[in-house]
């Protein structure tokens, strides 16, 4: 071999090597998962409800979806509906794939499988896979949206054909360099930015070096363009979501869900180069998000644009659904547990306060002080044109205008089972705790597990060991943020316990079935203090003032999307002359004030009225705290005026409608 071939191979070899996976830990795929308890009812509702009639929810739904070209003018898109009815019934279709291997629903995975299995079909000659007929340039970030199914489909079914498929169609988007230029910066164009995901996601599925390198070359162009648009003044939102941005500090702003998709991109970046720059962007960022925007709820206040903390403040369905799925990323990304209390605050709050419990309903907008829920009460859009179509957006209707999260709802729960446990080679970590069975290949044989519990609701967790390799392996389990103890017994003996906290705890050792491993928590009433406010979280949960409502139906389609089998609901404060839902907690509130309820019920624990746990709280009405007009809510004033002193029960947010969760402090 002469010496310039040797070189040659040598610098193939470093280039390997330079990407050679940093980071090889992958999620569960959506078959790994068997659900039970409260997960499997929530599963179970969202098969009976929209999961399978997603046409309640209106158009696009109401179409074949991926399977026709969907450019329709419709009372919201008079001049044609352009790519967003792909991107819209794109996040239902990979939600409906994921909640339909999990709950084992034949009907879900049909419903998919007809839509990719035409998109498969209809391959160009080129073997680029397409979003109807919009074209190159319009389809880019539909593609990135239902791409996310084709990956998820192939970790479910390890299909060959499937994976080459895939291949074909990102080796020939991305086949000369003017493919990695970014069009337009100022539109959604630039989410086409966000197939960087699925670059660094078939990187981790082929560790072909083509993969990350495609990804690493259009982040950089993307970067590149977004730095210019700052030093021409222009765009500036663009350069913030950007690594770079990040790492300068330059503070979150602009549109909530952009912002939370290109969140991902560094750790995406991160975990399979192992990049500093990368890491310290998301952490930056991640940061700067908790001190500007965050909620009570954990949620990062927008309505459309990031807002900025606030009592009255509210949240976009998509916006956390995405946040979700993007801090999984970083979770996976580094391992760090901080992601996985940020995951669980969301999901078991946030999240889940926006769906009726018959997975029939949602709100576009989700708050944590929702005290009035009408066709009026939201005014957070009043100052553009398309104003007026926002006015009910925190009312739980089947269908909203605009329609992203009637989609998006679809993967709220199945994304997050998806990141619930980790594994890399014989190393598993159990991250987000909830009942069910996980059954996963490792490197030296399978590995089943599983978990009875009845979390977040009780903080204790038995596992049961179903199959095992032969060999040792690295058992994880996570100790969240707010636990004060932990205790793990193997067995029936005592294996470890202290007082740590956002940290992995780990047993090494050959695992055999039967083996039992029983984790347990303890903890105490939390106060938040959010400065003019307080909130209460116990474990994972955030406790709200169930205000008591009057609910009116509506079972015609005005522009509400809703039926006899599906309504629309409006909800109007009881006692909402004389504000006598408007209450306030002591300013000098210590944890000792706060009783904690346990109770067992049976049934769904969300459901209004049954959680297993409440809290018992002192408070006070107050007196000069009013709606807006009778229908909107209001923040709570500066200066708080009280009345009469009242014992209150606090119920966890998401098994509320009508609710104060972040109060104003007064002085008693």
């Given at each position: 071999?002469?010496?310039?071939?040797?070189?040659?191979?040598?610098?193939?070899?470093?280039?390997?090597?330079?990407?050679?996976?940093?980071?090889?830990?992958?999620?569960?795929?959506?078959?790994?998962?068997?659900?039970?308890?409260w997960?499997?009812?929530?599963?179970?509702?969202?098969?009976?409800?929209?999961?399978?009639?997603p046409?309640?929810?209106?158009f696009?739904?109401?179409?074949?979806?991926?399977?026709?070209?969907?450019?329709?003018?419709?009372?919201?898109?008079?001049?044609?509906?352009?790519?967003?009815?792909?991107e819209?019934?794109?996040?239902?279709?990979?939600?409906?794939?994921?909640?339909?291997?999990?709950?084992?629903?034949?009907?879900?995975?049909?419903?998919?499988?007809?839509?990719?299995?035409?998109?498969?079909?209809?391959?160009?000659?080129n073997?680029?896979?397409?979003?109807?007929?919009?074209?190159?340039?319009?389809?880019?970030?539909?593609?990135?949206?239902?791409?996310?199914?084709?990956?998820?489909?192939?970790?479910?079914?390890?299909?060959?054909?499937?994976?080459?498929?895939?291949?074909?169609?990102?080796?020939?988007?991305?086949?000369?360099?003017?493919?990695?230029?970014?069009?337009?910066?100022?539109?959604?164009?630039?989410?086409?930015?966000?197939?960087?995901?699925?670059?660094?996601?078939?990187?981790?599925?082929?560790?072909?070096?083509?993969?990350?390198?495609?990804?690493?070359?259009?982040?950089?162009?993307?970067?590149?363009?977004?730095?210019?648009?700052?030093?021409?003044?222009?765009?500036?939102?663009?350069?913030?979501?950007?690594?770079?941005?990040?790492?300068?500090?330059?503070?979150?702003?602009?549109?909530?869900?952009?912002?939370?998709?290109?969140?991902?991109?560094?750790?995406?970046?991160?975990?399979?180069?192992?990049?500093?720059?990368?890491?310290?962007?998301?952490?930056?960022a991640?940061?700067?998000?908790?001190?500007?925007?965050?909620?009570?709820?954990?949620?990062?206040?927008n309505?459309?644009?990031?807002?900025?903390?606030?009592?009255?403040?509210?949240?976009?369905?998509c916006?956390l659904?995405?946040?979700?799925?993007?801090?999984?990323?970083?979770?996976?990304?580094?391992?760090?547990?901080?992601?996985?209390?940020?995951?669980?605050?969301?999901?078991?709050?946030?999240?889940?306060?926006?769906?009726?419990?018959?997975?029939?309903?949602?709100?576009?907008?989700?708050?944590?002080n929702?005290?009035?829920?009408?066709?009026?009460?939201?005014?957070?859009?009043?100052?553009?044109?398309?104003?007026?179509?926002?006015?009910?957006?925190?009312?739980?209707?089947?269908?909203?205008?605009?329609?992203?999260?009637?989609g998006?709802?679809?993967?709220?729960?199945?994304?997050?089972?998806?990141?619930?446990?980790?594994?890399?080679?014989?190393?598993?970590?159990?991250?987000?705790?909830?009942?069910?069975?996980?059954?996963?290949?490792?490197?030296?044989?399978?590995?089943?597990?599983?978990?009875?519990?009845?979390?977040?609701?009780?903080?204790?967790?038995?596992?049961?060991?179903?199959?095992?390799?032969?060999?040792?392996?690295?058992?994880?389990?996570?100790?969240?943020?707010?636990?004060?103890?932990?205790?793990?017994?193997?067995?029936?003996?005592?294996?470890?316990?202290?007082?740590?906290?956002?940290?992995?705890?780990?047993?090494?050792?050959?695992?055999?079935?039967?083996?039992?491993?029983?984790?347990?928590?303890?903890?105490?009433?939390?106060i938040?203090d959010?400065?003019?406010?307080?909130?209460?979280?116990?474990?994972?949960?955030?406790?709200?003032?169930?205000?008591?409502?009057?609910?009116?139906?509506?079972?015609?389609?005005?522009?509400?999307?809703?039926?006899?089998?599906?309504?629309?609901?409006?909800?109007?404060?009881?006692?909402?002359?004389?504000?006598?839902?408007?209450?306030?907690?002591?300013?000098?509130?210590?944890?000792?004030?706060?009783e904690?309820?346990?109770?067992?019920?049976?049934?769904?624990?969300?459901?209004?009225?049954?959680?297993?746990?409440?809290?018992?709280?002192?408070?006070?009405?107050?007196?000069?705290?009013?709606?807006?007009?009778?229908?909107?809510?209001?923040?709570?004033?500066?200066?708080?005026?009280?009345?009469?002193?009242?014992?209150?029960?606090?119920?966890?947010?998401?098994?509320t409608?009508?609710?104060?969760?972040?109060?104003?402090?007064?002085?008693?």
């Open positions: 071999m002469s010496l310039r071939h040797i070189l040659c191979f040598v610098t193939v070899l470093s280039v390997f090597f330079s990407y050679a996976q940093t980071e090889s830990t992958r999620d569960l795929a959506s078959n790994e998962f068997v659900p039970e308890g997960v499997k009812e929530f599963l179970n509702r969202q098969v009976q409800g929209l999961g399978s009639h046409e309640e929810s209106g696009p739904f109401n179409t074949g979806m991926w399977t026709e070209n969907m450019d329709y003018r419709d009372r919201e898109f008079s001049g044609g509906s352009d790519w967003w009815p792909y819209q019934t794109g996040y239902y279709l990979d939600g409906i794939l994921r909640a339909g291997y999990m709950s084992g629903s034949s009907k879900l995975l049909n419903k998919a499988d007809i839509n990719l299995n035409h998109i498969l079909a209809n391959v160009d000659e073997g680029m896979l397409h979003a109807g007929n919009l074209g190159e340039v319009r389809e880019e970030w539909p593609m990135v949206v239902i791409m996310r199914m084709f990956i998820e489909k192939y970790k479910a079914t390890e299909n060959p054909e499937l994976l080459n498929a895939i291949d074909r169609h990102y080796k020939a988007v991305y086949n000369s360099e003017e493919k990695f230029d970014v069009a337009d910066m100022s539109g959604f164009e630039v989410r086409s930015v966000l197939h960087v995901e699925l670059l660094g996601a078939m990187y981790g599925l082929t560790n072909d070096v083509w993969y990350i390198e495609a990804a690493e070359k259009l982040y950089a162009a993307f970067q590149q363009k977004a730095s210019e648009s700052v030093k021409g003044k222009k765009n500036k939102g663009v350069y913030s979501i950007s690594a770079n941005g990040m790492n300068e500090g330059l503070r979150p702003g602009g549109h909530a869900v952009t912002y939370h998709e290109f969140l991902k991109l560094p750790a995406v970046l991160y975990k399979y180069t192992g990049k500093d720059t990368y890491k310290t962007a998301f952490y930056k991640y940061k700067m998000l908790e001190e500007d925007h965050e909620l009570a709820d954990g949620g990062y206040a309505h459309e644009g990031l807002a900025g903390k606030g009592s009255n403040e509210a949240t976009e369905a916006s659904i995405d946040f979700t799925w993007s801090t999984g990323w970083s979770l996976l990304a580094t391992g760090d547990p901080m992601f996985a209390d940020k995951m669980e605050k969301v999901l078991y709050n946030a999240s889940l306060s926006l769906l009726s419990k018959d997975f029939k309903a949602y709100q576009y907008y989700q708050k944590p929702l005290i009035t829920s009408t066709n009026a009460s939201s005014s957070y859009n009043d100052d553009v044109k398309w104003g007026a179509v926002a006015k009910g957006r925190l009312c739980y209707r089947p269908g909203h205008d605009t329609e992203c999260c009637a998006n709802i679809h993967r709220m729960l199945p994304t997050f089972i998806n990141r619930s446990c980790t594994i890399d080679k014989n190393a598993v970590k159990l991250v987000l705790y909830m009942p069910g069975t996980i059954n996963t290949p490792l490197e030296k044989g399978n590995f089943s597990f599983t978990q009875e519990t009845n979390y977040p609701f009780e903080h204790q967790i038995k596992i049961t060991i179903n199959e095992a390799p032969k060999s040792k392996i690295e058992f994880g389990l996570r100790i969240p943020k707010w636990a004060d103890y932990y205790s793990i017994r193997l067995n029936g003996k005592n294996y470890a316990s202290g007082l740590e906290h956002t940290v992995f705890k780990t047993l090494k050792r050959k695992f055999k079935k039967g083996d039992v491993v029983e984790l347990a928590f303890k903890t105490t009433p939390k938040d959010r400065q003019g406010g307080l909130a209460i979280n116990y474990g994972p949960l955030v406790f709200s003032y169930p205000i008591e409502s009057i609910v009116r139906k509506s079972t015609f389609d005005s522009g509400e999307k809703s039926s006899v089998e599906f309504p629309a609901y409006e909800h109007f404060p009881k006692a909402i002359r004389d504000s006598g839902w408007a209450l306030a907690l002591s300013a000098s509130l210590t944890e000792k004030d706060i904690v309820v346990k109770t067992k019920t049976d049934g769904y624990p969300w459901d209004i009225g049954n959680s297993p746990i409440t809290l018992k709280v002192m408070a006070k009405k107050v007196t000069n705290w009013h709606l807006k007009n009778w229908v909107e809510s209001t923040s709570y004033p500066d200066a708080v005026e009280t009345g009469e002193a009242v014992t209150v029960e606090l119920s966890p947010e998401a098994t409608i009508l609710r104060i969760t972040e109060f104003p402090k007064a002085n008693f």
